[in-house]
């Protein structure tokens, strides 16, 4: 004796209600239309008198201004180092205030405040692994004036 095969299931799509009466199309018109039609009306509305307060959303979104700080590692072949540990401070202070690594270009860049300032930029080399030792050949100092980029590079020696 075979054995029965058991029925597929077979799902037809569910047909759509036919709008016939007015009360039906009142229904339907209420329960789509209307909600869809006040979030749009809502949506084009200021965002100023959408939101309590008058906080505009835009409003959070705006960076404060700053400087950049952008340079380059290079090594005593002039070529750019990778993982070097680069150290900022401002030139009143004696503690590093940032501490940042090159990447694989030899490159690195900091965002500082904007105003008049003096900064120290230098290479720390504890624990950097080449096969020569490298010294710095001097602290590179940076004048920021306003929001504006630096750009510098830090030249290490044998």
């Known amino acids: ?33 209307v909600p869809a039609g006040l979030l749009l009306f809502v949506l084009c509305l200021d965002p100023a008198t959408a939101l309590p307060g008058g906080a505009s ?51 690195f860049a900091q965002r500082v405040p904007v105003g008049p300032a003096d900064y120290v930029v230098w290479a720390d080399l504890k624990g950097y692994k080449y096969p020569v030792p490298l010294r710095v050949e001097q602290d590179v100092k940076v004048h920021i004036y306003s929001d504006e980029r630096e750009d510098i590079g830090l030249h290490l020696k044998q």
């Open 1 to 33: 004796m075979q054995a029965r095969r058991k029925p597929k299931t077979v799902t037809t799509p569910r047909p759509r209600p036919v709008l016939r009466s007015p009360a039906t199309f009142r229904s339907f018109f209420c329960i789509r239309l």
């Open 57 to 107: 959303p835009r409003d959070k979104n705006v960076e404060k201004p700053y400087a950049l700080i952008y340079g380059t590692v290079w090594g005593p072949n002039d070529h750019p180092l990778y993982g070097v540990t680069v150290k900022i401070r401002r030139a009143d202070q004696k503690k590093a205030h940032w501490e940042l690594y090159s990447d694989h270009s030899g490159e």
